[in-house]
């Protein structure tokens, strides 16, 4: 399978732990993005990279998410301090660089809840 | 700031009958449109995008700056149809934002 994984696939977390999620992109792609998906919602965007250097952040990334793609591959999220507000799905989606936006390819997700 | 309303949770339809999944924006400049579909159990994968005007799966969506609109379209509806759509924005020239609509659940009814 070439396509953007993610691991784990479920999280079950007691509030306070820290948790931490993996994104592998589709290999050759330089952007990489995770976003946050609540029951009802669309995805939130969180934050973007461009091969190593994280470009973009939302302001609904407080100071207890940290990303980071040490190498330009693969990504990881992590949460500190887990909240029962943080319970959601986290996608990861890459993209080759283009002049223009270019399509978002998907992972399955991680499916977080927080007791 | 840019925002994409879907105003509708769900629609249902009889196979057949005509679809519009509608989806309105707001962004100041030019923005790129796409939609995405989510089928049950899948990923979210793209559907189509303005620039390409191109019809997928016999969807069309045309945009209308003046109303600020981009609504997707199918004459008739198919039961593989039923799916989740997110109307998308990006502010277009290179990298920018991604912005979802809060989505609308299709459901064909055979």
């Known amino acids: 399978d070439t396509g953007v994984s993610q691991d784990p696939r479920h999280k079950i977390t007691k509030r306070g732990q820290n948790v931490t999620f993996r994104c592998d992109p589709i290999?050759?792609?330089?952007?990489l993005y995770w976003y946050r998906q609540t029951l009802g919602q669309g995805p939130e965007f969180l934050t973007y990279?461009?091969?190593?250097?994280?470009?973009?952040k939302s302001r609904l990334l407080s100071d207890r998410f940290s990303a980071e793609r040490p190498k330009g591959s693969f990504s990881t999220l992590e949460i500190q301090r887990t909240e029962q507000g943080d319970s959601a799905m986290y996608l990861c989606?890459?993209?080759?660089?283009?002049?223009?936006?270019?399509?978002?390819?998907f992972g399955p997700g991680t499916r977080l809840l927080v007791l | 700031a840019q925002r994409v309303t879907q105003p509708e949770k769900l629609l249902s339809v009889f196979k057949g009958a005509p679809v519009e999944l509608k989806c309105n924006y707001s962004?100041?400049?030019?923005?790129?449109l796409f939609w995405y579909v989510q089928y049950s159990r899948q990923r979210l994968q793209l559907l189509l995008r303005?620039?390409s005007r191109e019809s997928i799966k016999g969807f069309t969506a045309d945009l209308n700056k003046g109303e600020t609109s981009f609504h997707l379209k199918k004459p008739f509806a198919q039961e593989e149809d039923s799916a989740m759509y997110y109307c998308?924005?990006?502010?277009?020239?290179?990298?920018?934002?991604?912005?979802f609509g809060t989505g609308t659940k299709l459901q064909v009814i055979p």
């Open positions: 989606a890459s993209s080759p660089k283009r002049r223009v936006q270019e399509t978002q390819y």
């Open positions: 290999s050759e792609h330089n952007r």
């Open positions: 990279f461009q091969n190593e250097a994280q470009l973009e």
């Open positions: 962004y100041s400049g030019s923005p790129e």
């Open positions: 303005h620039i």
């Open positions: 998308a924005l990006s502010g277009g020239g290179g990298y920018q934002k991604v912005t």
